[in-house]
């Protein structure tokens, strides 16, 4: 029916900054009625949640690992969805992954209906 298509990943060094965007394909299919995870997977582990944000009140969870480091945030206008990734540091490297669905799933990757193929991040000097 529809996918979500993530980007803005790349290499870049320890401490920096990179902005992951989320976006619908094909683009009628409206973001801000979803809730949407994000989520990475690093080579040999598992898959992990990172942040979520919900449909309506817009209300924001962050895992430990990225608390006070990266930001979830709605542009309604451009449906889009974005990570802001501050701060980074080597074990952040993986696949960033967005997820859609139309109920609150939080950072549980298995209810969540709707997925992108994934982003790369590299964090390395």
């Known amino acids: 029916q529809w996918k979500l298509v993530e980007s803005g990943g790349g290499l870049v060094q320890p401490g920096g900054s990179l902005r992951l965007s989320c976006t619908a394909a094909?683009?009628?299919?409206?973001?801000?009625?979803?809730?949407i995870g994000w989520f990475r997977q690093a080579p040999g582990r598992e898959r992990e949640g990172v942040s979520c944000i919900s449909s309506q009140d817009n209300r924001t969870y962050y895992s430990d690992s990225v608390k006070d480091r990266f930001t979830v945030s709605r542009d309604n206008a451009k449906n889009t969805v974005y990570l802001q990734l501050n701060g980074l540091k080597p074990e952040d490297t993986a696949v960033y992954y967005c997820a859609a669905d139309g109920g609150y799933r939080g950072l549980y990757p298995f209810l969540y209906e709707y997925w992108g193929q994934g982003t790369r991040v590299t964090v390395s000097s």
């Open positions: 094909p683009s009628r299919f409206r973001l801000d009625y979803y809730s």
